[in-house]
């Protein structure tokens, strides 16, 4: 093998193969092989630094909240990239590094082995065979803010069944990193709380990445019983369906655990998530999921918030991907199941669904109220022509409320039939377009 920077000294082996730090140089063609090279070395405990040319503000995202460190070379130019890689692993006292620039998985062992032998302070990173590389299987995802207690157990459950499962760290200031990783989870870290939105979005990403063939998220409190995940992913494995929802309501008798002040705003939310979506669903806020490789390839998700469970709907739906739920059995005992109280954390779903509404369906929205306003202009209208004729009084107040009910319900039936025929000629032209 060759060698890639010689050095004049002879440096001492590492014991171990953690003190042998990995750099990697990244463009576009080998972003999600460098994602997946980083969690890999990342698990095992090996120091990463990524030259990144790829200038893409995402890409940089993951790769810090996997931990990497990004070097910004000074020159230019692959000898600069590797310059840099090489001075960033010396300021921080590596006994050595492998460079790998390439497509393919880094063989850690062999690499290691090869260091050890040999004098030079940076190697070329050895290669694992091709067939020996190929990720099959399933991904488990886990949002997670400051949810130590839940996480660990969560995780353990979740590893019986996934060959991978990911936390996804929304910025937590208690232990949860430290438990996640301690109980096997690739972690992803968010520098700041950013919403569970965001978390979601961060795990797609890394999805994407990965050759992996079924997927499913699940919540790191401990309501979510790991056993189930069979059960959602069925519909799946056999092609029924993209996304499968986990309900807690859709067998009798199931889920009257839950508090009636919670299960009425849980209806309300359901309701409203039907109107943005069109979909039926009977636990719509369920974060329970599982997802078919097409639907991790065609979610685009737009919320940082808690309302990403009635936009995935909606988005679903635009994709034209398949929906149905299963059920699930859920823990409430000493479960915190919300990061905010039930009020908030309703009240924010139900404005980014409402709001969901009135993009995908401009005349429901605005064309609805419209009308009941101008009907109910047109009765206050009536009530006062009556009483004018009964008593000869002019009722004022009840002529102007029926003006402005009635201008401001027609202005909103207008409002309605425009946009939403310039919602039906965005869709036109985004299919033409694909």
């Known amino acids: 093998m060759s060698q890639d920077i010689s050095e004049n000294s002879v440096v001492q082996r590492p014991l171990k193969q953690t003190d042998l730090a ?3 140089i990244t463009d576009e063609p080998t972003v999600d092989s460098t994602i997946r090279t980083v969690a890999r070395a990342r698990n095992r405990g090996v120091s990463v630094f990524v030259v990144d040319t790829t200038e893409n503000d995402e890409t940089a995202k993951i790769l810090r909240s996997l931990g990497a460190v990004l070097i910004d070379p000074v020159d230019p130019g692959e000898d600069g990239y590797r310059t840099a890689l090489v001075d960033a692993a010396r300021n921080r006292n590596c ?54 207690i839940g996480i660990g157990s969560t995780v353990i459950g979740a590893l019986r069944y996934a060959d991978e499962v990911v936390v996804i760290d929304d910025g937590s200031a208690d232990r949860t990193v430290e438990i996640a990783r301690n109980a096997g989870a690739t972690v992803l870290e968010h520098e700041t709380n950013q919403g569970k ?9 890394y999805a994407r990445s990965t050759d992996y063939d079924e997927f499913a998220v699940l919540d790191a409190d401990g309501q979510h019983v790991p056993e189930d995940l069979p059960t959602v992913l069925e519909p799946v494995r056999t092609g029924e369906a993209d996304v ?15 508090p009636r002040y919670r299960r009425v705003g849980q209806r309300v939310l359901d309701m409203l998530t039907l109107g943005s979506s069109g979909t039926n669903l009977t636990d719509t806020q369920s974060g329970f999921r599982a997802f078919s490789p097409a639907a991790i390839d065609s979610l685009t998700l737009r919320t940082d918030g808690m309302g990403v469970e009635s936009e995935m709907i909606g988005a679903a739906v635009d994709s034209d991907l398949t929906i149905t739920e299963v059920p699930i059995d859920v823990r409430y005992d000493g479960v915190d199941g919300q990061t905010f109280g039930p009020f908030r954390h309703g009240v924010g779903v139900a404005v980014f669904t409402l709001q969901l509404i ?3 369906h401009p005349l429901l929205f605005f064309g609805v109220p419209g009308i009941l306003m101008t009907g109910a202009g047109g009765l206050l209208g009536v009530n006062a022509l009556t009483v004018y004729q009964q008593t000869g009084e002019f009722a004022l107040g009840w002529v102007l409320l029926s003006s402005l009910l009635t201008i401001v319900g027609v202005l909103g039936v207008f409002c309605g039939l425009i946009l939403n025929r310039i919602s039906v000629m965005l869709k036109e032209f985004h299919e033409v377009a694909q």
């Open 358 to 360: 009135r993009d995908r």
């Open 22 to 24: 990995l750099g990697v």
């Open 95 to 148: 006994s050595g590094i492998a460079i790998h620039k390439e497509e393919g998985w880094v063989d850690f062992e062999s690499s290691y082995d090869t260091f050890r032998r040999g004098t030079e302070y940076a190697i070329t990173a050895e290669l694992a065979d091709p067939s020996e590389s190929q990720e099959t299987g399933l991904l488990v995802g886990i949002p997670a803010y400051n949810e130590e």
């Open 197 to 205: 939105g965001r978390a979601i979005n961060t795990f797609l990403t």
């Open 244 to 258: 499968v929802v986990g309900s807690r309501y859709l067998e009798a008798g199931v889920g009257t655990e839950t």
